[in-house]
């Protein structure tokens, strides 16, 4: 009986224990706007959270009271907000007819192309950063 509990806790947390980053491959085998999403989605969260070291490594090395610490936070700021403009890359898609979110959301290709622009986003700034960072811990 206890070892019926045992595995049941297991099961029922595993979910907890194993989260796990996007699988980069995802890329490779796009296939489907669900798997599209999902893909550039996940990858996106991944990327987003390194970028967060990245930038709290960078503020590290600012000294107190350098007006390029409030740079990099306006820099970080900039970056947050550019991501509404990935609507133009999906709406450009859509031949520029916007369209309301359903109640029962579905995945569309357009949907890819605007989860694709935010992640090409992050990862222009991924590469930004650690540009930063290099030439910071010289």
């Not at 019926?4 to 989260?19: E, G």
């Not at 995802?26 to 969260?45: D, I, Q, T």
Request: proline share 3%; with cysteine.
């Amino acid at each position: 009986m206890q070892a019926t509990k045992a595995f049941a806790s297991l099961v029922f947390f595993m979910p907890l224990i194993c989260v796990a980053a996007t699988d980069p491959e995802c890329l490779k085998h796009l296939g489907g706007a669900f798997a599209g999403v999902e893909c550039y989605n996940g990858l996106s969260n991944d990327m987003e959270k390194e970028n967060k070291v990245l930038l709290s490594k960078i503020l590290s090395t600012i000294p107190h009271g350098s007006k390029n610490k409030v740079l990099l936070k306006k820099y970080e700021k900039y970056r947050v907000e550019s991501r509404k403009y990935c609507v133009l890359s999906r709406d450009s898609y859509m031949g520029w007819v916007s369209e309301e979110k359903s109640v029962n959301p579905r995945y569309y290709d357009y949907d890819v192309v605007y989860h694709e622009c935010i992640y090409d986003q992050l990862v222009e700034q991924n590469e930004f950063l650690k540009k930063i960072l290099r030439n910071a811990s010289r």
